[in-house]
Structure formats: C-alpha cells, structure tokens
C-alpha cells in the first residue's frame, strides 16, 4: 500500500477491504497452556482500565452478512440454560483470579450472537454472578446488543435492574430488498417498538447501519440515513459492508439479484456523502463509525469529532497498550498486554470443560513485545486523537514513528502541542491509516489473510484501486483580470 504525498483526496493507491481486526496479530502461540496457567501470567500492574466482554453465542435466525462464533438457538432452549450455567462458572472460577479482580471494570459489553435471546430470569443469574465476583463501582458504560424481535419489557427490566445503561441493536438497513438479502425477519415496526421501550428504561441507544452492498444506489443509501436520523436515538454507527467476512449465501444472493459490486472508488464516495449528511442533520463523529446525535450548540464546534460522547467499548477494542479487555463465553477474547486469550470456539466444548472439569480449553498467544504503539496504530486513527502523554515514545518501534510523521506531512494528522488530532481527510481513510501504521510483520499477516479470503470465488467483491486523479496533463494556470 502506497501513501501519495501529493495534494488530493485519493491519499492511498488501494483500500484495504478489511476495517477491523486484533492487534498485536504477530506472536507465538503456546498450545499447552491451560486456562488457569494463562490467567495466571496476566500482569494486572500496569493495565490502567479494563473492560469486560460477554458472548452469548446464540440467534434465532442467522444473518448472511455476518460471521462471528454463533448459531441457532431461542429463548428457552435446554442448550442456552446450560450455557448460562457455564457462563456462570467461569465468571466465579476468574473471580478467584487476581488477574482478573484486580481492575476494576470500566466498561462491560454483552454481545453475540444475540444477548436477547436470554430470558429474565438468565438475565438476573449472570447479572448477580457478575455483582457478586467484580467491583463494579467504577463502571461507566454496561452495552447490551438487542435482537428486536426477540425484545420484551420483562427482559428490558432485567436487563436495567443488573445495572445495563446503553441499549444496542443490529438494524443494518431499512430497505426490504437488502433485508430479505441479510435474512433480517424482524419488522421494522418491532424496531420502532424497542426504540420507544429502550428509551424508556436506558441512558443511551444506539444501532448499525450497513452499506456499500452490492447494487446499492446513492438514492438508496441517503434514504437509510434518514430513516437512521428519524429515529432519533442517541447515537448510530454506519459500516461499510465488509465482503470477505461475508456468507457465500449473500454473494448468491446478490448473484440471483443481478446486483454488481460497488468499487472502493464508488464506497468511498459514499462515506465522504455520509459525514456532509450526517454533520448538516445535527449529529458529528465520535469514531470511525458512530455519529452522535447534538441536542444543543456543538460544544466543540473547531474540532471534526467530538469528545462529549463516545463509544466506551470501543476504547478497548481500538486500544491503548494498557488499557486491556477480558472476555467471556465460547470463543470470547482476552488481550492483555503481550498475551491474548482465546476460549475454546465450540459451545458445545465450552459448555462441556466447564460444567464437566471446571476448566475450558484456551488458543494462548504471546505477542514478542508489549504493543507499545498500539495506541498510535489503532487509537489514534479510529478515535482521531491522541494524548501524546500515554505514549511510551521511548519504546516504539522507529518503523511506526516514521509512518506517523509521513502521515502528518500527508495532511491525515494535526500535531498539536499536546495531542494528535485526525483531519477530516484522514478520517476517510482511517482504515488504512490503521494497516500503514501497523509493523510489517503486522501487515504480512493482514495481506495473507485478504489472499486468503480472496481466493474464495464465491465472494465476489469490487475494485480496490483507487482512481488516480491528477495524474493526468496539469494544464497553464490563465491570469483573469
């Protein structure tokens, strides 16, 4: 990937199709380790905040866009009650970790799969688990990801009473035809239901929307983001679809559709209309996805995002080097520092160690160095500002620094006297920012992985190149009086 150092908005010869992914992905992995031996190495010492992941891998219907560790299951399943049950245990078998006990949580995420699919009283169970096992006093932000059709007031009021605050759901789009290409069987009139309920009862809400489908018009997507605006929630995030993580069941889909696949060239003019859309309708960018919604002047009206609102979760997911994240459930991520920890994918093998053996098997891996740069590589382009005093400058690699200050030569970064703060030309290529700032070891393995994806040929996906504009004929500069 080639960064141009000219005047223009196409800053990068190619798009990376991948928007997210683990960091440090370069390491050794240790398969003999056990569950208790890797928690057991975490240093909690120099980890500064943390947050908690929950996965409740189960959905009443699967969506063809997606691709995380799930699979069918509904409210009152015996197989969801015995996942409860292991969930449970490993809450209290890390609860008597110090590794894990000794921060305190800032932020806890339920996510899915489908967390709705619980039922109140599971909902109550893993609630207490978690009251009884952490120190929940400094918890700023607790996420729930809704299913709309699988909402009740009852499970809302379990949800609240276990002290959840922020509400979340997949909407993906408005429009029939991409939904019925998704298999989203929720109605819409169940989305606008929930809404009104989430409102009820949470400080905050917030949904996705997906675009760059194939096929998809202009016409289209400006309707979806004001279908998105109308519904008036706290906040919305838009994804460009990412279509080599996508089921070969969508790209027959589209097939059968007759719909082409968009370029990069045309997806990236549907990013720049969405943030002119969104900022002239009240709302500015708190991320590379989310839009939070101004109900007042803009307290910050200088700068191209805002710092009044964010998404806490996501802090920890695009991180600091000592800000980590310990998860739980099937196939959930802990990454601490040098070490990340996978549990076991299978539900049926994670139900099984835990309830069986009081253990559950475990994918360890050691990254050669503390990520130092993480939050250089990751923070600072998809929150679009740093805080130049939570940086080793000491310990990153040379490689990184040189590819920050190329970038800020480029017009991507502010630096300030105190902060690196994105530019709104670098906001559109945030992605890329993140994979160029990566060590190349990083990059190698993000390049085999899209080679690898690539040579499915049932995902068909557009051109990657991006047009080089003013690489024609300059022509004379005419003086007018």
Not at 322 to 327: Q, S
Request: with cysteine; hydrophobic share 35%.
């Amino acid at each position: 990937m080639k960064l141009r150092h000219e005047r223009t908005l196409m800053k990068f010869d190619r798009q990376l199709p991948i928007y997210n992914w683990l960091y440090p992905l370069k390491g050794q992995e240790l398969e003999a380790i056990s569950f208790r031996e890797a928690h057991a190495v975490l240093d909690p010492a120099p980890i500064r905040s943390r947050a908690l992941y929950f996965h409740i891998p189960f959905c009443d219907t699967i969506c063809t866009f997606c691709m995380l560790s799930r699979g069918l299951g509904s409210e009152g399943d015996p197989i969801i009650e015995k996942y409860t049950q292991a969930l449970i245990k490993e809450i209290h078998l890390k609860a008597e970790m110090d590794s894990v006990t000794a921060v305190p949580p800032r932020v806890i995420w339920f996510g899915g799969g489908t967390p709705s699919t619980l039922t109140p009283d599971q909902i109550r169970r893993i609630g207490r688990a978690m009251h009884e096992s952490f120190d929940l006093s400094r918890l700023e932000e607790f996420t729930i990801e809704f299913e709309v059709k699988s909402v009740t007031r009852e499970k809302v009021e379990a949800f609240k009473e276990i002290g959840v605050n922020k509400a979340r759901f997949g909407l993906q789009t408005f429009n029939p035809k991409y939904r019925e290409l998704f298999n989203i069987t929720a109605t819409l009139d169940q989305t606008y239901r929930a809404v009104e309920l989430f409102g009820e009862y949470f400080d905050f809400r917030s949904f996705d929307i997906l675009y760059g489908m194939h096929g998809q018009t202009m016409t289209e997507f400006a309707q979806d983001i004001q279908d998105a605006i109308d519904l008036g929630t706290e906040s919305c995030e838009f994804y460009p679809i990412n279509h080599l993580v996508t089921q070969n069941t969508l790209h027959t889909g589209y097939k059968g559709a007759n719909l082409r696949a968009l370029s990069y060239v045309e997806k990236m003019g549907m990013t720049v209309f969405l943030n002119h859309y969104m900022r002239n309708s009240g709302y500015k960018l708190y991320n590379g996805h989310g839009f939070a919604r101004l109900d007042g002047p803009d307290p910050e009206p200088a700068e191209f995002t805002t710092t009044t609102y964010g998404n806490k979760y996501h802090e920890y997911c695009w991180a600091h080097h000592d800000d980590d994240l310990v998860g739980f459930g099937a196939s959930a991520v802990t990454q601490s520092l040098d070490w990340t920890i996978m549990n076991d994918e299978s539900r049926t093998g994670y139900i099984n160690g835990l309830l069986g053996n009081d253990d559950v098997k475990v994918k360890v891996t050691r990254s050669d160095h503390i990520p130092y740069e993480r939050g250089l590589v990751l923070n600072l382009p998809y929150h679009g500002r740093l805080d130049k005093s939570r940086v080793a400058w000491d310990k990153i690699d040379p490689e990184v620094l040189v590819k920050l200050d190329e970038l800020v030569r480029a017009g991507m970064f502010e630096d300030r006297p105190h902060e690196y703060v994105i530019t709104e030309l670098g906001w559109t290529w945030y992605v890329n920012m993140m994979y160029y700032l990566s060590p190349s070891g990083d990059q190698k393995i993000l390049d085999d992985f899209i080679e690898l994806r690539s040579r499915n040929k049932a995902l068909v996906d557009g051109d990657r190149s991006m047009t080089p504009v003013g690489k024609g004929r300059r022509l004379p500069v005419v003086a007018t009086s």
